[in-house]
C-alpha cells in the first residue's frame, strides 16, 4: 500500500513558475513509476509527466515538454514536477500516481497506475 500526497499547488500567473511534490509512504517507494497527471474542469484527467524506477527515463505530455520537469529522491519517497512558464491552460488540479507496472506498457495511460493521491489545485492567471 503506497500512500501518496500532494502539496505546492496555487495561484500564478501566466509565464510563472510552481514546484509540485508528492510525498509517498511506504519503503518501497523505489519500485514504482511515478507520474503526473492533470484534470481540468469538465475535462478527461490527462497525462503530464512520468519517470521510471531508475530515474533515468522520462516521459512528457507533448503540451508540457520543455515547460515542466519531472524528478525524484528515492531516498526522501518524493517526486517533484517542476514547471516554468505557466500558461492558463496549465490551469488544473494536478494528480500524483504510482505504478507497478512495467515502463513498456505506457506511463502515459492512466490504468498503469495503483495508487493516486489527493490532488493539489494550479492556477495560472492571464
Known amino acids: 500500500q503506497v500512500q501518496l500526497v500532494e502539496s505546492g499547488g496555487g495561484l500564478v500567473q501566466a509565464g510563472g513558475s510552481l514546484r509540485l511534490s508528492c510525498a509517498a509512504s511506504g519503503r518501497t517507494f523505489s519500485s514504482y513509476i511515478m507520474g503526473w497527471f492533470r484534470q481540468a474542469p469538465g475535462k478527461e484527467r490527462e497525462f503530464v509527466a512520468a519517470i521510471d524506477r531508475s530515474g533515468a527515463s522520462t516521459l512528457y505530455a507533448d503540451a508540457v515538454k520543455g515547460r515542466f520537469t519531472i524528478s525524484r529522491v528515492d531516498a526522501m519517497n518524493t517526486v517533484a514536477l517542476q514547471m516554468h512558464s505557466l500558461k492558463p491552460e496549465d490551469t488544473a488540479v494536478y494528480y500524483c500516481?504510482?505504478?507497478?507496472?512495467?515502463?513498456?506498457?505506457?506511463?502515459?495511460?492512466?490504468?498503469?497506475?495503483?495508487?493516486w493521491g489527493q490532488g493539489t489545485q494550479v492556477t495560472v492567471s492571464s
Open positions: 500516481a504510482a505504478s507497478s507496472s512495467w515502463w513498456y506498457r505506457g506511463p502515459q495511460q492512466p490504468r498503469e497506475y495503483n495508487y
